[in-house]
């Protein structure tokens, strides 16, 4: 009986762990319209993993195939509206995009892989979306575009798609571009909202795991602006806020200092992975 | 209002094989049924007729209705005989005709 009791136990708890318990990002590999994607690559100096990898990588096999033809791929309508964006005139000036920088397949090549930047004039770090309204405010004479609004994503995905398979890869000894990706780390690991979740409990501590139906990738921001399934294109501010309240914290502005500085760190933490602008996520 | 279409056809093929062609242009196709903030219709205006052919021959051909959706995308099967080139045309309500082409070599 006691022995009858023991193989019993002993069941049971095989059949506990036979579940699955961990879910790691799938063994494959990435080629757009036959031009290879780095999903995987050894982490920079510093980096808390031995290797960083795309969000591609932690998505299903259906999601993943929809990345692999750009004809295929949602999120290209958008950089369609931004290419026409780009050649739109808007302004006092009489001037699009297109008028000073030419062809964005050569002007803006590499440009997605490098930003953000250290921006001398406001003493902080720039993304494309503020280099777009720089560029409208000073040079096109045309306001400033608000978040999300007018075409910024659209012309920003354009942008940022110039540089695809590109390896990320920032300039952090610019201005104070090291102290603005101290600053981002600080925001990274520090746990906010009622859930009281850092950015590194789910993309860190929990990376390959399950959050209910949801797979937990590195929150890479290689591909971003990105299609999701669920919201079509989604820049990567608007990406943050929804994180952080999911956490259940007041959210940052977009663009604010914090965001900013956080958007250094994160993007320095996929150094090396290639620009997938845009990206198809769920 | 239509960018350029976006078309993939391999890059060759050996004779008689059957490929997929796909092809994609943006596109608002405004069905004319909606109406405007001051609740005025907004006029009709879609592609209202998409075709392919291959050196003169027709390959593909269909007609397009209001409750086609934006952006219509088509993908579809054919055999090559021989290189050449496919063309593609999309015609407007509004009387514009979309054009593209691509080349096929066949080994």
Known sequence: MKRLLIAGVMLASTLAWSGPVLAEPVDDTLEIDGMPIVTRTKAPEGHPFDEVMSGWLFREAETRDVERETIENPGMIAVEDGETIWNTVEGTEGKSCATCHNDAAESMKGVGARFPKWDADSEKPINIELQINKCRTERMGAEALAFNKGGQQELTAYIKHQSLGMPVELDLSEGEMQSWWEKGKDVYYTRTGQLNLACASCHEVAMGKYIRADHLSQGQVNGFPTYRLKSGLTSLHQRFRGCIRDTRAKQPKAFSDELMALETYVTWRGTGLSVETPSVRQ | ?107
Request: charge should be negative.
């Open chain 2, 1 to 107: 209002m239509a960018s350029k279409p976006r078309i993939k056809v391999p890059k060759s093929a050996s004779a008689g094989e059957v490929i997929t062609i796909k092809t994609l242009i943006s596109h608002e196709m405004e069905s004319g049924q909606r109406k405007d903030k001051d609740g005025n219709p907004i006029p009709r205006q879609i592609i209202n007729k998409f075709t392919c052919t291959f050196e003169g021959q027709l390959v593909f051909e269909c007609d397009l209705d209001p409750a086609i959706s934006a952006n219509p995308y088509f993908e579809f099967n054919a055999k090559v005989p021989a290189s050449g080139t496919f063309q593609f045309t999309w015609l407007d309500d509004d009387g514009s005709v979309y054009e593209a082409e691509a080349p096929i070599e066949v080994k």
